[in-house]
Every structure is written in C-alpha cells, then in structure tokens.
C-alpha cells in the first residue's frame, strides 16, 4: 500500500510555469511506476505524464510534451511534475497515481493508487 499527496498547485498566468509535487508515505515510492492525471472544464480524466520505477522512462500526453516534464526521487518519495509555458486549457485538477505493474502506463486502468489532486488554474 501507499498512500499519495498532490502539493504545490495555485494560479498562474498563461505561459507561466509551476512545479506540482507528490509525495508518499507507505510502501517505498521506488516500488511504483508513477503518473499524472488531470481532470477540470473540458478535460475527462486525461494522461499527462509517467515515469518508469527508477526514473529511466517517461511518456506524455501530446498535448503537454514539450512543455511539462516529469521526475521523481525516489529517496526522498517525491514526484514532480513541472509545468512551462501554461495554457489557459491546463486548469485542471491534477491527480498522482501509482502503479504496482512492472513498465509505464498511459491509462488509468493501469494505477491501483491515487491521490487527492491538485488545483491548477492558468488565468486567460
């Protein structure tokens, strides 16, 4: 088991930037492929990003790459997700998830744990 917390979220102005960050109490963060998920007006519970157990593989949603980039530290149980050039399309809940399953995954079908989310709202 582990239990996941989204922090860092606010209000920024379009093409800003922000880091969100989650972290993890439990079970090591280094057992789980990680991810982020966002949800808000005109966003369904969309893949942003992920990243593989040692931090060697991510993947991104198209409409991020270029833009966000995902970490994560392991021995510190945090995850990051750093957020440039923001559109006002972005405000969104952000969500962390984790995933007990072996390689990267791009849906939420592929997560077991999930976090509270995040509030990030880009001003137009």
């Known amino acids: 088991q582990v239990h996941l917390v989204e922090f860092g979220g606010g209000t920024v102005q379009a093409g800003g930037s922000l880091r969100i960050s989650c972290g993890a109490s439990?079970?090591?963060?280094?057992?789980?492929?990680l991810g982020w998920f966002r949800q808000g007006p005109g966003i369904d519970d969309e893949f942003v990003a992920t990243?593989?157990?040692?931090?060697?593989?991510?993947n991104y949603a198209e409409s991020v790459k270029g833009r966000f980039t995902i970490s994560r530290d392991n021995a510190k149980n945090r995850m990051y997700l750093q957020m440039n050039n923001l559109k006002p399309e972005d405000t969104a809940v952000y969500y962390c998830a984790a995933s007990y399953r072996e390689g990267i995954a791009t849906v939420r079908a592929g997560y077991q744990y999930w976090g509270q989310g995040t509030q990030v709202t880009v001003a137009s």
């Open positions: 990243i593989s157990k040692d931090g060697d593989a991510t």
């Open positions: 439990g079970n090591p963060f280094s057992n789980y492929v």
